[in-house]
């Protein structure tokens, strides 16, 4: 069974900071991962995804993650970080095969921005 | 492609009663999910269709709830008999294909928060 697991549910870092999310998946095979970002009062908005080929991947608002076979990992990563970027971030996985169409999440990390 | 729209935003609900959420998809999507994120919880899938069947049911979907959509286009998620532990924000996405595809990318809606007094 696929699982996600995000071992900091809640990361506070400096405006202008980096910033380092942590995601760990278990899957038999390669999966397709996604981070997800969610604001108070909004929806779910994809900012990356990875499926194959280039292990690093861009996203929205300058977010990029590394996909880590080895590691089992999927860490997503800002240079730089904005006040704007305080929300809960989400990480999931899902089947590389078929039709199958379910997303598993991990519990998610809640980043506070301070000025 | 004005996103995928859920109604209401929020309801409130005495124990024991019905209650129905509507999720419209975006317009060319055939597959719809919903799924449900309790506090402090990613979301955990439920359910989902393609075009009208439904494909696949969690077992977290107990027998006091249905889906349906009856068309392909709109769902409605319905919980009988609601319970103080069906509080939660039931979220709906919709999809051109499988997650396993380039066009699996699942958007999301606002979501619909029960409150279940």
């Known amino acids: 069974a696929q699982s996600v697991t995000q071992p900091d549910i809640h990361i506070t870092v400096s405006e202008g900071a980096s910033l380092e999310l942590r995601c760990n998946y278990s899957y038999g095979a390669t999966p397709y991962l996604f981070w997800y970002v969610q604001s108070p009062g909004q929806g779910l908005q994809l900012l990356l995804k990875y499926f194959s080929g280039d292990t690093l991947v861009q996203g929205i608002k300058g977010f990029e993650a590394e996909f880590k076979r080895s590691q089992s990992s999927f860490n997503l990563r800002k240079p730089s970080v904005h006040w704007s970027d305080a929300a809960e971030y989400f990480c999931a996985v899902g089947p590389n095969t078929g039709t199958a169409s379910k997303l598993t999440f991990g519990t998610g990390t809640r980043l506070q921005v301070t000025l | 492609d004005t996103g995928v729209s859920q109604d209401p935003r929020h309801k409130i609900t005495k124990r024991g009663q019905n209650v129905t959420f509507r999720c419209d998809p975006i317009?060319?999507?055939?597959?719809l999910y919903w799924y449900r994120q309790t506090l402090g919880q990613g979301p955990e899938f439920l359910t989902y269709?393609?075009?009208?069947?439904?494909?696949?049911k969690s077992r977290l979907l107990s027998d006091r709830f249905s889906a349906e959509r009856p068309k392909g286009s709109f769902s409605t998620l319905e919980i009988q008999r609601t319970e103080q532990g069906d509080s939660a924000m039931y979220l709906c996405a919709s999809s051109l294909g499988p997650v396993a595809s380039a066009q699996g990318t699942q958007y999301f809606g606002p979501g619909t928060r029960l409150l279940v007094l």
């Open positions: 317009s060319e999507h055939n597959r």
């Open positions: 269709f393609q075009n009208e069947a439904q494909l696949e």
